[in-house]
Structures are given as structure tokens and as C-alpha cells.
């Protein structure tokens, strides 16, 4: 049976063949394949099966690129965009450019086209104005912040992490084995470097302005998805003995007309009702750096329909988004 280079490469890659499963990819791009430039431009970037080398994955992204691989050309801009790529710095303008050249012949391009030509960015890709959020609790703060989204970027958040969203799961610290989530419910999927198309990117820097934090302090924007019956039980958002203590996190709710799926603080007697496009913030952390007790908080269960909320949570220092997502 002939077997195509892209599956060959996956088995020798699983049975630990990994140089000739290289190989096989990078003869095949030769041969003008561009998906097998792209799988070996994915693995370098996730570092997985071969060591994560940013350089390579560009090299062959680019050669995917040169011969016509329209999601790699997006991928390609979105590593120009948000610099972890293996690149110097982000680097808007030139990203913005490639994609004016993408939306040319795709339309998925151009749909990202049309909402940044809606948004008052600068050059760089950040807001002209800083996002104004009101106070729903005083100390510890919390904020509401209204409209943060429209309601075209809420859905283009939901759209892209589709195809992402697993059910959440946690590693069984006795078998090691992955385990049903003990306190959320709900899908899941982190919208990862590769995916931060520059829609992504600009509300990732809108969040950055409006929390006043370092846009590389943000762990990749979180999508999850509650069924009814489904929620996040009281819990803090802070995780137990991380050196880089998550400090802030910003929610933004992307749909509304569910029932149930409030979010409450019961210890400030706060219930925030999810409006599309809002977004709330609070810092998760005391002065002296342990978590503040008082921001406990809970995604009420959800009885009809479906609550699609963007979580940010955001680190004290840049983190590592290779590590935190999968591509
Ligand atoms: O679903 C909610 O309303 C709460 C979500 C939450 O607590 C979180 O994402 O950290
Ligand atoms: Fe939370």
C-alpha cells in the first residue's frame, strides 16, 4: 500500500525513529510537499518528538509558505506578531503587512482583516485607548469592564478555540494518569502561539492595557465552554507553590442568554451575571504575595444552553507560552 509521507513520518516518529522520520518530511518537502514542511515546522515549534528549535520550524514554515500553505502563512504571521517564533521582537507592522498580502486569496485572512480594520489600534497593535473598567468591589478590587469585546471578536475568540476544547482534565498524582478536572467541569482549550492570529493578538494587548500588565505575562487566552449541568466550583486562581504566581486574572464572557453560569465571590458578596463582551478583573494576590482569601470565586453551574467564557490569567513575570500550550 503506498502510504503518504505525512503518516510514515507520524509512525516512524512513534516507534522513536525520529532522524529518519525528519528526513522522510524534508525529502518530501524538497519534492515540493508543503504539508510535510509544516509538520516538520510543527514539530520543531512544539518540541515534540524532536528538541524544540525555533530557528528550524521558521525555516521550514517559511519553505511551507513559499510553496503555497495558506495556514501556514497564517501561522507564520501570527509568530511575526506576537515574537515567539524564535525572532528578535514582535513585530506588528510587518505582520499586519503579511496578512494585507494573505487576505488577498484567503478568505479566512480577510475575515481578520475586516475586525482589525474595526479596532483604533496604534502601529504597534495596541489600543489608542486604554479600556476604563468600573468597580464592582472596592478592596479587594474588583472591576467590570463593559463592552471590552464586540460581539464579532467574542465570536471569533469561540470559533478559533473550537476545534481546542477537551474536556478538563488533571493529573491523578497517584497513577500519574489524567483524571476528570475535581473542580471545573467544563471544555477546555488554550489558544496557543501558533493560533494568536493578530484578532487574537490585538484583544491579548487590549487585556495587557486595560489590566496594566505585560502582554508576555499572560498565559495564552483560555476558552471554556459549560453544558448545562457543567461549572467551576469555588476555588482560587492562584497555584500552589508556582514561583511565577499567577497575580491577576481577567474574564471575558463572550456569550449570554444561558441560564445559570453567574459568576460569584462569595466571601465580597459579589455575583457578577455574564453580559457578552464584558469583562471582569481582580488580583489574586496580598501585598505580601500570598493569595487574597477573599477572591475565592465559582462559575455557577449551568442550567440551559451554553456559557462560553476567554480566561486570562496573568503571571507576575513573562511565561513561557511554549510551555503552557501546545503550539
Ligand atoms: O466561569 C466562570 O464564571 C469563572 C471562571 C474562572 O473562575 C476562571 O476562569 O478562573
Ligand atoms: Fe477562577
Redesign the pocket.
Known sequence: MHRNPIDLALSLASAGKTEQACALLADAGAQGSAEAWMQLAVWYLIGAPVPRDLDRARTCLAKAVAIGHVDGALMEIALLANGNGGQTAPDWPRALRALDIAAQNDPVAAAQRALLANMALRPDGTPLATPVGEILHDAPRLQRFPRLLTPEECAHLATTAQPLLEPSFVLDPRSGRPMPHPIRTSDGGAIGPTREDLVVRAINLRIAAATGTDVQNGEPLTV?R?APGQQ?RR?L?TIAGAANQRMA?L?LYLNQGFAG?E?SFPAIGVTVQ?RAGDAILFETLLPDGSPDPQLV???EPVRAGA?W?A?R?IRQAPVDPWTLAAG
Do not use: N, Q
Open positions: 471554556l459549560y467551576y476555588h486562581d486574572t474574564i453560569g459568576t455574564p470565586h465559582s462559575g456559557k467564557i480566561t490569567w
